[in-house]
């Protein structure tokens, strides 16, 4: 199959096409797990993101930065106990752009189960 040219984006499919609205801060596996798990909980901890999503301590760091620098997150340090510990809190903005992101997944999954033919496809 391949798409070629101007005829390919007068398809039948209207609009831009889904994988446009994915968001690279959002789309990134490690980063979509945070949020989605943010989103099940009001605040999770830093070592059950660690564990549900099997990455490192600096890995999770890094990506947890990324979303907080976004504004998608919030990150607040202090103590159970003795013990210091790292939660994570899913913000509206945040809320809002895994929402945008699920969207796009959706119209993905809807234009790839969509029977019409595909732009540049010969006829059957």
């Known amino acids: 199959m391949s798409a070629e040219g101007p005829a390919a984006a007068g398809d039948d499919h209207e609009g831009p096409h889904p994988t446009r609205a994915l968001d690279d801060t959002v789309h990134q596996r490690v980063r979509l797990g945070v949020l989605t798990v943010a989103r099940e909980a009001d605040r999770v901890e830093f070592g059950f993101l660690k564990k549900q999503l099997a990455v490192t301590d600096g890995n999770l760091s890094r990506h947890l930065k990324v979303l907080e620098?976004?504004?998608?997150?919030?990150?607040?340090?202090?103590?159970?106990?003795?013990?210091?510990?790292?939660?994570?809190?899913?913000?509206?903005?945040?809320?809002?752009?895994?929402?945008?992101?699920?969207?796009?997944?959706?119209?993905?999954?809807?234009?790839l189960e969509d029977p019409r033919p595909a732009p540049g496809a010969p006829d059957a």
């Open 69 to 111: 620098e976004s504004g998608m997150i919030t990150v607040e340090k202090g103590y159970a106990g003795r013990r210091p510990r790292t939660w994570v809190t899913l913000t509206r903005e945040g809320g809002q752009a895994l929402d945008a992101e699920l969207r796009a997944l959706r119209a993905l999954v809807r234009r």
